[in-house]
């Protein structure tokens, strides 16, 4: 008796579910605002330059830039570094795993173009840590 009703019950609760997946979408869905009205409200765009966020995380970004640029540099015994990957394509043509050498040949590639990008970004960092301090850490009390 027990597993008959819940079968029934499991069936009646399968029809509820088809009878409201077949009826549409709900009512309150047509009362929805359109989507174009709350994009407008955001394209003005941001109201700063985000001085003051920038100011306050310049420390810790020049010593992440500081610490790549060392790591890159390294020699052959330091994970990251130009010359340990080198050594790992060497080592890759010396047992002919062609694949894995042209692959960590890419890898060198992008490594090497990486290097001259980060060295421009700590001389800017340096300029903004600069500004940043003449500037009262970019708070609008500096504009005024």
Known sequence: MRGRRTTMTAALAALALAGSVAAGAPAYAAETTAPAATATAHAKGP????????CRRVPKLEKRIEKRITRMEAGAGTRGSITYLEQRIANAKKTDHQAIATFLGDRLTTRKALL??????QTDLKAVATWCGTHHNGTSAAAS
């Open 47 to 54: 109201k700063g330059d985000g001085a003051k966020a920038l």
């Open 116 to 121: 001259p990008l980060l060295k421009q970004k």
